[in-house]
């Protein structure tokens, strides 16, 4: 490919707003522009790099079993009604109506497609086990897109879906499919780590999720070096601490002015935070009031106390809402609530005698609540979020804490699909069941952009060769070095590589400026001495010490090919 035909020039300085390396070095690389907040074109760089990751994708998917096909974006809100998320899921999920008033969505991620494919399709037990696939362009209206394609309104997706006919078969093909995300991620030069998760609205028994750890990233990662432990924060324990065994005191009520925080409320007192309880209000979707209660020296986790009520996501109350139910903001306690809201009552907290609650009085607290005794729960569940140094639930070593850029995700969903869109399949002993599906995703321009975070140096991106667009980039310096691009692009192309000829007719300056930047694996260089040495001058974009060699052009393509392993042709 020549670059006096390609669209998209090269930046000296990244627009402002750019948030991480990678992403400034996208925009400088020409790779990547902005059309509107979390839309982006991909200019014909990108574009070669996401076709050889879903090329990796493909051949992964396929060695798993998996078939290809393509499924609508546009799908009746109906279908999405029946499988109950249509209300479920918030604004991100676009939904519009057609020109016969009939609702539409622009759909996230296709379970309701598969399992009426599935309804139509499978009848019989030997047309399972299945799996199918899709790379294809998605919408989710996120409120707070951020990094460049980290966090993206429309987005490309490599979504699969297994159906099979018991949960043993499920559990196979995610195994199975485990193997295969870990060797894509693999391939494409990233490395991740793999942490249990929340099944959120995606519903089912059991997740996982593939992280790259990197400090810009959204989701905190609960670890433990000694055994193993791996699981994002939204789900992870600790051990428990223990509780001192102590009889039930009675309830004293005391004057406490000014203490709207546990934190001056245990000054105030004198006792620790742990000698406290603290409330959350909540709120669901469809408009239930919750109440968390943890220990005071520990943190609601949202994501908990969501699955623990069975809500798609929770959102503050109100000082209205709060005062319905009978309770004073910074002075709360769930004691006197009753069934004007569901009580959640952490685990901790129902072991934990005589903790300091409040009145649900300005200025007042309660000394000596006691869980059973005071006030009951309707649900008693873990709600505490992990922090940096608790012992681990497995071993009780320390464990920490980091940051980690979602990549990709698997989930066991179960039949819960399958049973509201009617996939069914006749067993071999004559009875009907539900079909048992999964569903497995991989954002692809989101693994592009973290393939950038996590190669570049301070001259620009660095690609590994199995997703470079390109094999080599030819700088062809002069008269002489243009001369004889032609022929060694021919040279190159013969030889199954594909390479990047600058032809601009620019400074060399400028040609190994933006060589850098743009990061191919190989930098090759044509000139009047290159020529008189005896060929072209060869060096590795990575090489730490720069150092390069003259290469016959007879040989070139048996060079790159030796430097760049493992890249298969487009």
């Known amino acids: 490919m020549r670059m006096s035909r390609e669209l998209g020039v090269t930046l000296r300085e990244a627009p402002a707003g750019a948030e991480t390396p990678g992403h400034q070095l996208l925009l400088r690389g020409a790779y990547l522009r902005q059309l509107g907040q979390g839309i982006f074109s991909y200019l014909p760089y990108a574009w070669r790099v ?168 959204e989701d905190t990662l609960v670890l433990c070096d000694s055994c193993g432990y791996a699981q994002n924060r939204q789900v992870a324990r600790a051990a428990q601490p223990e509780v001192a065994e102590e009889r039930p005191a009675p309830l004293e009520r005391l004057a406490t002015p000014g203490t709207n925080t546990i934190e001056s409320l245990a000054s105030f007192l004198g006792v620790p935070a742990s000698r406290t309880a603290k409330v959350v209000f909540m709120a669901t979707s469809d408009g239930r009031f919750v109440v968390g209660v943890v220990r005071g020296d520990m943190q609601l986790n949202e994501t908990k106390l969501a699955a623990a009520v069975r809500a798609a996501e929770l959102r503050p109350m109100t000082t209205d809402e709060i005062a319905s139910i009978g309770c004073v903001p910074g002075y709360a306690s769930p004691i006197g609530v009753g069934e004007r809201a569901t009580v959640v009552v952490d685990e901790i907290v129902a072991k ?107 001259r620009g991106l660095a690609w590994p060769a199995a997703v470079a667009p390109f094999a080599a980039h030819l700088c062809a310096l002069g008269g002489e070095g243009l001369e004889a691009a032609a022929r060694l692009e021919q040279l190159l192309q013969a ?19 933006d060589a850098e930047l743009i990061g191919c694996p190989v930098i090759l260089t044509l000139s009047k001495r290159s020529l008189a040495a005896g060929g072209v001058e060869a060096r590795l974009r990575q090489s730490a010490s720069g150092e390069s060699e003259i290469v016959a052009e007879a040989d070139i393509a048996d060079w790159v090919r030796q430097a760049v392993p493992g890249r298969a042709r487009l």
Not at 406 to 413: P, R, T
Not at 432 to 458: F, N, Q
Not at 496 to 504: A, E, I, K, N
């Open 495 to 513: 030889g199954g590589l594909d390479v990047l000829v600058d032809d601009r007719g620019e400074r060399p300056g400028v040609q190994f400026t």
């Open 352 to 458: 934990s005698p005589n903790l300091v609650a409040g009145a649900n009085e300005e200025g007042y607290h309660l000394a000596n609540s006691n869980f059973g005794r005071d006030y009951d729960a309707d649900l008693i569940a873990d709600l505490t979020a992990v922090a940096d140094g608790q012992p681990c639930a497995v071993c009780g070593s320390p464990l920490r804490t980091e940051r980690g850029i979602e990549v990709g995700n698997i989930f066991k969903l179960g039949t819960g699909y399958a049973e509201t869109l009617g996939a069914f399949y006749l067993a071999e002993d004559g009875t009907e069941k539900p079909v048992v599906m999964g569903s497995y995703g991989i954002g692809v321009g989101r693994l592009l952009a973290c393939v950038a975070e996590s190669h570049h140096d301070e």
């Open 50 to 217: 996401m076709r050889r990751i879903e090329q990796i994708m493909r051949e992964e998917m396929e060695a798993a079993g998996g078939v290809e096909l393509s499924m609508p974006v546009v799908q009746p809100g109906e279908l999405w009604k029946k499988s109950g998320r249509y209300d479920k899921i918030g604004p991100e999920l676009a939904r519009f109506s057609d020109r016969r008033e009939r609702p539409m969505v622009l759909a996230l991620t296709h379970e309701e497609v598969t399992a009426s494919l599935a309804a139509s399709e499978i009848q019989s037990w030997r047309q399972l086990p299945r799996l199918v696939y899709q790379i294809q362009l998605k919408f989710r209206d996120d409120p707070r897109p951020r990094a460049g394609l980290i966090r993206t309104r429309e987005f490309t997706m490599k979504d699969a879906y297994s159906l099979d006919r018991d949960e043993e078969g499920l559990d196979a093909q995610y195994a199975r499919l485990h193997e295969a995300y870990l060797a894509i991620f693999a391939r494409c030069g990233l490395e991740v780590l793999a942490v249990e998760a929340d099944v959120g609205v995606m519903g089912g028994t059991e997740a996982r999720e593939y992280m790259y750890l990197n400090p810009i990233g």
